[in-house]
């Protein structure tokens, strides 16, 4: 069975992209990945690290996390290009780039994203940014549009769902509406 490495975003995702890996005819044995300087604030990010970690217990898959909290980092990437798609594209390329050469060190030959589950991200630049970050690491990039896939309810009961991507530019445009 060959390893993969799951960078994942939140539990919900997460669970999606499990489904959608059982699927696959190439079978594989997920090792997790948290690694997400874009996820603000704080407490947020505590909130998705924490579900992840339930999920990963609950599915018995080890997990390997940044812990990390990476604001200074992700505001340093996106300075300058603060919106979509622009911003999206740089935050892809560093979260997908760390999440590659994690996978290089774990052994694994391939990674994949939760990112590849969301209604709401760019699926182009998601794969590009997948992709060469995997050619720069020497490990290929799994993309599959797993939109339609279906986490198992028991794998997430309970689970902390996010309502928004996870920056703060994105929570301001989900939000920006609201009264």
């Given at each position: 069975?060959?390893?993969?490495?799951?960078?994942?975003?939140?539990a919900?995702?997460?669970?999606?992209?499990?489904?959608?890996?059982?699927?696959?005819?190439?079978?594989?044995?997920?090792?997790?990945?948290?690694?997400?300087p874009?996820?603000?604030?704080?407490i947020?990010?505590?909130?998705?690290?924490?579900?992840?970690?339930?999920?990963?217990?609950?599915?018995?898959?080890?997990?390997?996390?940044?812990?990390?909290?990476?604001?200074?980092?992700?505001?340093?990437?996106?300075h300058?290009?603060?919106?979509?798609?622009?911003?999206?594209?740089?935050?892809?390329?560093?979260?997908?780039?760390?999440?590659?050469?994690?996978?290089?060190?774990?052994?694994?030959?391939?990674?994949?994203?939760?990112?590849?589950?969301?209604?709401?991200?760019?699926?182009?630049?998601?794969?590009?940014?997948?992709?060469?970050?995997?050619?720069a690491?020497?490990?290929?990039?799994?993309?599959?549009?797993?939109?339609?896939?279906?986490?198992?309810?028991?794998?997430?009961?309970?689970?902390?769902?996010?309502?928004?991507?996870?920056?703060?530019f994105?929570?301001?445009?989900?939000?920006?509406?609201?009264?």
């Amino acid at each position: 069975m060959d390893k993969i490495l799951v960078h994942a975003c939140c539990a919900h995702c997460l669970g999606k992209l499990l489904e959608g890996l059982k699927a696959e005819p190439a079978a594989y044995a997920p090792i997790l990945f948290w690694g997400n300087p874009n996820i603000h604030p704080l407490i947020e990010w505590r909130r998705r690290l924490k579900a992840v970690k339930m999920l990963a217990e609950r599915a018995r898959l080890p997990l390997v996390a940044d812990e990390e909290y990476g604001l200074v980092e992700f505001c340093r990437a996106v300075h300058g290009h603060e919106a979509a798609p622009a911003r999206c594209a740089r935050c892809y390329a560093l979260r997908l780039g760390r999440a590659a050469r994690v996978a290089r060190e774990q052994g694994c030959g391939t990674f994949t994203s939760t990112l590849v589950t969301s209604r709401h991200q760019d699926h182009a630049l998601i794969r590009a940014a997948g992709e060469a970050a995997g050619a720069a690491e020497g490990v290929a990039f799994l993309y599959r549009d797993w939109r339609a896939a279906e986490a198992d309810p028991e794998q997430v009961k309970m689970l902390y769902h996010q309502q928004y991507c996870g920056c703060v530019f994105s929570e301001s445009d989900r939000f920006r509406d609201t009264k």
